[in-house]
């Protein structure tokens, strides 16, 4: 079993940057495949991007592509999301998320398929 412990949110303006973490606490860190999803009042949660199990190779959702980058760091346990240039659409919460399962690209955007989720952390773009 992991813990999943989200930080790094807050209110930034329009443009703006922000990294956020995801410290994973638990079994090895390398034997998970790992997301960032988000959801925002009255939508259904979002596909944001993860990072595959063992080859960490990572896929960010068509529509944030050039703006969002997902990293893990299997030394620290830690998954990160630089998110830049950022637009009030992106005010969300966002959660990590993570499962023992080993997902083709095509299914790493399929919720169900987590087993463990962080509490969120809150993203707001405002100016």
């Known amino acids: 079993q992991v813990q999943l412990l989200e930080s790094g949110g807050g209110l930034v303006q329009p443009g703006d940057s922000l990294r956020l973490s995801c410290a994973a606490s638990?079994?090895?860190?390398?034997?998970?495949?790992m997301a960032w999803f988000r959801q925002s009042p009255g939508k259904d949660r979002e596909f944001v991007g993860g990072?595959?199990?063992?080859?960490?190779?990572?896929s960010i959702a068509n529509s944030l592509k050039g703006r969002f980058t997902i990293s893990r760091d299997n030394a620290k346990n830690t998954l990160h999301l630089q998110m830049n240039s950022l637009q009030p659409e992106d005010t969300a919460v966002y959660y990590c998320?993570?499962?023992?399962?080993?997902?083709?690209?095509?299914?790493?955007?399929?919720?169900?398929?987590?087993?463990?989720w962080g509490q969120g952390t809150q993203v707001t773009v405002s100016s």
């Open positions: 998320a993570a499962t023992e399962r080993v997902l083709i690209t095509s299914s790493l955007p399929r919720d169900e398929f987590y087993d463990y």
């Open positions: 638990g079994r090895a860190f390398a034997g998970y495949t």
């Open positions: 990072s595959k199990r063992t080859s960490g190779i990572p």
